[in-house]
């Protein structure tokens, strides 16, 4: 990794300029932003900044606040390492400061440039921006300006406790996310981004929190395009009464209710991880009136939703490797037989794989289908795809394939949970890259040299990345999905 560190020269040149000032491309990556100056470094033809602040850190008497702006600051920062992860039971180097963000950009190339903004997954109680799968790099080297985002998770991120939530919500981790929007909305000129062309994407929960925010007064005109990966669409979410009931009885883990801002660390992980023991989802977005007044699908069913235009679609497979209780919880919940399922997928023999095409098709291609029908019918542009490509080296035994498509989209390889790509793998990331940058420029994700993508238009065509082909088609799976809306 070559670092370039900018001399006295460029801390003057910066001094001369206002806040969020794009500056023009030249031998240093550095961005004069609302907090101060920031320097970044450089691998390639990608500048990167790492671990930058979007809002203080929410820790003592800011723990289960709305997030609350940084401080500026007149020196020079360094911005080459990520920030810690959010606060969770599965990585030992989280913390509760970790309200940050990253950006990539290709260096040496002038802006306006259009952004991708990604909200990663985790069920809401796991996982960082800071996962090398996320690295940026390859869809900045596209020209655009990439930025991943870490927002609060687990107890910190969706406590409805009604002796703390100020404003009725306890959704802070969307808190969060709207704040980093509008750090983006506000820095991302620095960088050589466009504030007016600014599109969300991310898969599972980030999906989720996608939708949300589409039908969040609050984030509106924040983003003008969207890309819900795997969004379990039809999930119902948590009353504010469930929600203060779960954090209530995180709150008696803890003993007394003002321990609860002064508590340690380890003791919120304690008791959160008691309480996700009794209910894995315990912890995610409530209906709070404030900013989530309605579930996705009625909210999306009733046109409240942005009509911006939207890419959404899923997996062949979304199961994954904790997502047993989910398959059976989604067979318990329908009344649904074996041998109901045997007539439903004649082609599938063992109880195994029935249960996990069921539940891949109850809880995420049925309702991405519809989901998809209802933004058409809003007017706005709308293509669906379903990925079921596996790469060549997994074929013989594949796992779970919920979250597989973000290999190829971020194109990682030989890091944690993305293998070494074959020469056909990466002609397939190429391809579904270009669709997710050409969208992120116009709205529209086909280009040249690329199998057009029909625009969904409220009918059954989608775009189906196989092991065989990348085509626009009808749903194989129409008739299947037309009994599970039934």
């Not at 001399?7 to 206002?18: D, E, N, R, T, V």
């Not at 959010?86 to 040496?108: H, I, K």
């Not at 069913?301 to 997996?315: E, F, K, V, W």
């Amino acid at each position: 990794m070559r670092s370039l560190l900018a001399p006295i020269a460029a801390s003057a040149f910066l001094c001369l300029a206002g806040p969020a000032t794009a500056q023009p491309v030249g031998q240093f990556p550095f961005a004069l932003t609302r907090e101060g100056q920031m320097l970044g470094a450089v691998e390639g033809e990608v500048a990167f900044f790492k671990g930058l602040a979007y809002a203080a850190p929410p820790v003592g008497p800011l723990r289960w606040r709305p997030p609350q702006p940084t401080v500026e600051s007149p020196e020079m920062r360094t911005a080459y390492d990520y920030g810690a992860p959010c606060l969770q039971p599965s990585l030992a180097d989280a913390n509760e400061d970790c309200l940050t963000l990253n950006v990539f950009r290709p260096f040496g190339v002038d802006g306006p440039l259009p952004v991708m903004v990604f909200l990663h997954d985790g069920a809401f109680i796991r996982g960082t921006a800071n996962d090398p799968l996320f690295d940026g790099a390859k869809l900045a080297q596209a020209g655009l300006i990439v930025v991943t985002v870490n927002y609060r998770l687990g107890a910190p991120g969706w406590l409805t406790h009604p002796a703390l939530s100020e404003n009725g919500s306890g959704n802070y981790g969307l808190m969060d996310q709207i704040a980093a929007l509008h750090w983006v909305h506000d820095n991302i000129a620095a960088f050589g981004g466009d504030p007016r062309s600014v599109t969300l994407f991310g898969s599972g929960a980030g999906a989720t929190s996608i939708a949300l925010l589409m039908l969040c007064e609050q984030a509106r005109d924040l983003f003008q395009k969207a890309i819900l990966q795997s969004p379990p669409g039809r999930a119902r979410l948590h009353s504010r009464q469930e929600a203060e009931a779960a954090s209530l009885q995180f709150a008696d883990e803890l003993g007394r209710l003002a321990d609860l801002r002064a508590a340690e660390p380890r003791r919120l992980l304690a008791a959160e991880t008691k309480l996700l023991a009794k209910s894995a989802h315990g912890f995610a977005p409530a209906i709070d009136g404030v900013l989530v007044t309605e579930d996705i699908a009625a909210g999306f069913a009733a046109g409240h939703q942005s009509r911006i235009p939207l890419i959404i679609g899923s997996n062949d497979d979304e199961t994954d490797f904790d997502s047993e209780p989910d398959v059976e919880a989604a067979l318990a919940s329908s009344g649904t037989t074996i041998d109901e399922l045997r007539r439903l997928y004649p082609d599938l023999a063992r109880s195994s794989d029935l249960a996990a095409r069921f539940y891949t098709d109850k809880v995420f291609s049925e309702p991405v289908r519809l989901l998809a029908r209802l933004h058409a019918a809003t007017g706005a542009p709308v293509f669906r795809y379903r990925f079921a490509y596996v790469p060549e080296a997994r074929r013989a035994n594949p796992e779970g394939g919920h979250g597989r498509a973000l290999q190829f989209i971020f194109g990682a390889e030989g890091v944690p949970g993305a293998g070494i790509l074959s020469r056909r793998d990466r002609e397939v990331a190429s391809r579904m890259r270009s669709y997710w940058t050409n969208f992120a420029r116009s709205g529209d994700p086909n280009g040249p040299d690329l199998p057009h993508w029909d625009a969904a238009a409220g009918s059954d065509r989608l775009l189906l990345m196989t092991n065989d082909r990348i085509a626009s088609g009808d749903d194989p799976l129409a008739r299947h999905l037309d009994r599970l809306a039934r």
